[in-house]
């Protein structure tokens, strides 16, 4: 091989390689979300909460009366502002194999979204997805931490889309107060 074409790859190479700057990739981020952030008032009424989650028993897909509950919850608030939709993501804890977890989960979503519906929420609102044993909460395998993990989240969007900003007050999360669904193994 000569070294011409040799050195014109070489620079070809080179030429090719670069860094983009966080800045520039922010601002090609920004050009392309053109729209300005939309602001939802939920409400002041600091009696009224969202629950992100509820929880279900080991290897079941069942909602139980304290999760029915914690969905009722939140229907209030959706019924009252119809312009919000719902993301709905379904887990499992880590025992299992992915093909069973994965499975388990949808269950689990379904039964969500079910229920929700049935309350009378459109499903053209929801938008959900069954994730498995993907991005367990709590890592370890102890018996307490793999409950949080057999979850399926809500989060609120706006109408388009868009996760929601939800300002927190710590105090009145029930502190050490959950109760987990049975079966617990």
Known sequence: M??????AVIVALFSLTGCASTESLYAEYDAFCTTE???????EDKTRQWEPAVYFGFDEAVLNAAQRQRLDHNLALLKEHSELQLSVRAFTDQRGSQAYNRELSERRRQAVVAYLTEQGLAPSRMRSTPAGKQAPILDSM???DRVINR???MLLLDAQGRPLVLSLDPDASGGDTFTPPIPVE
Do not use: G, Q
């Open 151 to 153: 979850r399926v989240e």
């Open 142 to 144: 102890a018996v307490d």
């Open 2 to 7: 000569s070294k011409t074409p040799l050195a």
């Open 37 to 43: 952030p939309h602001v939802v008032t939920i409400t």
